[in-house]
């Protein structure tokens, strides 16, 4: 990697070793939404606070080239696109957004029916959203100076 | 009962902090922490789906707030009809406050909810869904419809971001940026 | 009772901030406060006293847990303001690179 762009290298060994584990975390958080509190919508979050965390520390070209554009989108498409899936298979158990699947046993990660699918698919949409946020800032903030046109 | 009507004095001074203070940076900084405070009384109000969804989405707003007010620094103007302004505002604030004392009068006493269909769902989560997070039960299967107008919604300002990020403007028939960048 | 008045007067203090501010980001602090109090008064007109957080426990039996549906309604609330915040920075940040200024006065060249 280039060492100029970026922090100071202890700041990108430390996040060498801990983006790791964040995005374990938060692949936890989203995994056991059902069972214990979170849900897709925080760590669907944690998971892009991750990349932004790469982004921050190793300057944003590096991570762009990474992760382009076209693909935040095409995840952001993904997770509508099975939110809306999952509602139209539940007309197999009979009416909109029904919870066809078998219910398993309480406390076990297999269990509740379709919700786990459903917070994965929500946990794409905030992955997206809060990329998309930080490349709102970081691309348009080059701060050209303002026109002085009277 | 006490601890969360000082969180909510902490909160309130935290955010006429940020409100008043003339270096926008320091105003951010003082937002983040009304965030803070905010997540310690979800915590204390036993919501700590909540206080986990608040602190992250806390952190990221911060990112952006502070990136977008970075190096930038207004000075402090008090031109044109300052009092005329501040006394009209007030004197709006006022009247909302005392109709506002007036509606919540009304409503049930604190600690003491009002739960019709929260023991339904409390009910049901556990002996039909078998899952035990009644927060994400309800938010995925008995309300999943505003769910699904809530990602409908964050579908658009993702696609609004997605057109304010454009840099070119649309192209005219004579094939020249329309946009005066 | 004497809760949600405070909760009142932190909604009051985000919309002194829109009504009376001139900058775009004090506006934009202005409407973050306001969500806050909004959202803190859904969470508080939903908690019973001395309840239990709404999760279920294998090991015991928990009976008097607090109003689990303002609280999801409040959580997908949180995640579409972060939203509508960086769509409105957005658009700050485009009126700051046309202008040169984040003064609302200063801006009076919306003719297209």
């Known amino acids: 990697m280039n060492q100029n762009n970026g922090m100071s290298l202890i700041v990108k060994t430390i996040t060498r070793l801990l983006v790791g584990f964040i995005l374990l975390y938060g692949i936890y958080i989203v995994l056991h939404g059902h069972i214990s509190p979170g849900g897709g919508f925080a760590g669907g979050f944690i998971i892009a606070l991750s990349y932004i965390l790469l982004m921050l520390a190793f300057g944003k070209e590096e991570i762009l080239r990474k992760v382009p554009q076209p693909m935040i989108s095409f995840l952001e498409s993904l997770g509508a696109l099975m939110f809306l899936t999952i509602a139209v298979l539940g007309f197999f158990g009979g009416y909109f957004f029904s919870n066809w699947l078998p219910k398993g046993i309480p406390f076990k990660l297999l269990s509740a029916g379709t919700i786990p699918i459903s917070n994965v698919a929500l946990a794409l949409l905030e992955v997206s959203l809060g990329l998309f946020g930080i490349f709102l800032v970081l691309v348009l903030l080059k701060f050209t100076p303002p026109k002085k046109e009277k | 009962m006490i601890e969360i009507n000082l969180l909510l004095i902490f909160i309130i001074i935290a955010a006429i902090v940020a409100v008043e203070v003339k270096d926008l940076l320091s105003s951010v900084v003082a937002v983040g922490v009304a965030g803070f405070g905010l997540v310690i009384s979800f915590l204390a109000l036993k919501a700590p789906d909540l206080a986990i969804t608040q602190l992250v989405v806390e952190i990221l707003c911060l990112i952006i707030l502070i990136r977008a007010t970075i190096k930038i620094d207004l000075p402090f103007s008090t031109s044109g009809r300052w009092f005329v302004n501040t006394l009209a505002c007030i004197a709006f604030l006022v009247i909302f406050l005392s109709y506002g004392y007036a509606a919540i009068s009304s409503l049930p006493s604190f600690g003491n909810p009002l739960m019709k269909t929260s023991n339904f769902y409390l009910g049901e989560t556990f002996k039909t869904i078998h899952a035990t997070n009644v927060v994400s039960a309800i938010n995925l299967n008995f309300r999943a419809y505003d769910t699904l107008g809530e990602a409908t919604v964050l579908f658009a300002a993702a696609i609004g971001i997605m057109a304010i990020m454009r840099k070119k403007g649309k192209l005219t028939k004579a094939g020249k940026d329309d946009e005066s960048e | ?112």
């Open chain 3, 1 to 112: 009772m004497s809760t949600y008045f405070l909760c009142l007067i932190l909604f009051c203090v985000g919309l002194y901030a829109i009504l009376r501010k001139r900058n775009i980001i004090k506006m934009i602090i202005g409407i973050v406060i306001c969500e806050y109090a909004i959202n803190l008064f859904l969470i508080l007109f939903g908690y019973k006293m001395n309840g239990r957080s709404p999760l279920y426990s294998p090991d015991q039996q928990i009976l008097d847990m607090v109003d689990p549906l303002p609280q999801a309604m409040a959580m997908t609330a949180i995640v579409i303001s972060l939203a509508t915040t960086a769509l409105l920075v957005g658009i700050a940040i485009r009126i700051y690179e046309k202008y040169g200024t984040f003064d609302i006065t200063k801006i009076n060249k919306l003719k297209g």
